[in-house]
T-cell receptor
Framework: NAGVTQTPKFQVLKTGQSMTLQCAQD?????MYWYRQDPGMGLRLIYY???????DKGEVPNGYNVSRLNKREFSLRLESAAPSQTSVYFC????????????FGSGTRLTVV | LAKTTQPISMDSYEGQEVNITCSHN???????ITWYQQFPSQGPRFIIQ?????VTNEVASLFIPADRKSSTLSLPRVSLSDTAVYYC??????????WGAGTKLIIKP
């Protein structure tokens, strides 16, 4: 099925460990985004990639890095996980943010202990 | 950063029309209003987007008055499966979306 695929769906990390969240879309979308969602709150933008080859910081980029590997894939890396990074992470993509809505993945639930 | 204001929660019954109103007093000239729906343990799903007046698609209608300081999402004849959190967002000129806590809509039988 066409859409945004995130892996893994669940992850538990110890403080200080590193990991990479993977995101891939098969809709030929140009723009991709990483959000985090904390309980009872809306989403907050971590990083985004307006087009292949570009990345920019969002509202809460500290502690994260991203890579736009190609047009399909956009990964999010936590170099040294902290308990404050416990959250649900969503990847999203859109063909044209000016004219189309975003398509979201099903999320990665990350717990840092 | 501009943020919208909407009710924290609403209840309604199957078959009713539901209207969720959103306030966006600081909306900029080039901002659009966008609505998303989110079910538990899922990512948000785009519902509708508009600039002013009325926009309708197969799922919902969006009403935005001339002053654009508010908007109303209208869901016709809701069912139990419409129980979800609904987010009203301003899509800013740099295309970034600012998310609030949303409106938790509960549909009762």
């Amino acid at each position: 099925n066409a859409g945004v695929t995130q892996t893994p769906k669940f992850q538990v990390l110890k403080t200080g460990q590193s990991m990479t969240l993977q995101c891939a879309q098969d809709m030929n979308h140009n723009s991709m985004y990483w959000y985090r969602q904390d309980p009872g709150m809306g989403l907050r933008l971590i990083y985004y990639s307006a087009s292949e080859g570009t990345t920019d910081k969002g509202e809460v980029p500290n502690g994260y890095n991203v890579s736009r590997l190609n047009k399909r894939e956009f990964s999010l890396r936590l170099e040294s996980a902290a308990p404050s990074q416990t959250s649900v992470y969503f990847c999203a993509s859109t063909f044209d943010p000016g004219n189309y809505g975003y398509t979201f993945g099903s999320g990665t639930r990350l717990t840092v202990v | 950063l501009a943020k919208t204001t909407q009710p924290i929660s609403m209840d309604s019954y199957e078959g009713q029309e539901v209207n969720i109103t959103c306030s966006h007093n600081n909306i900029a000239t080039n901002d659009y209003i966008t609505w998303y729906q989110q079910f538990p343990s899922q990512g948000p799903r785009f519902i509708i987007q508009g600039y002013k007046t009325k926009v309708t698609n197969e799922v919902a209608s969006l009403f935005i008055p001339a002053d654009r300081k508010s908007s109303t999402l209208s869901l016709p004849r809701v069912s139990l499966s419409d129980t979800a959190v609904y987010y009203c967002l301003q899509r800013q000129s740099n295309y970034q979306l600012i998310w609030g806590a949303g409106t938790k809509l509960i549909i009762k039988p």
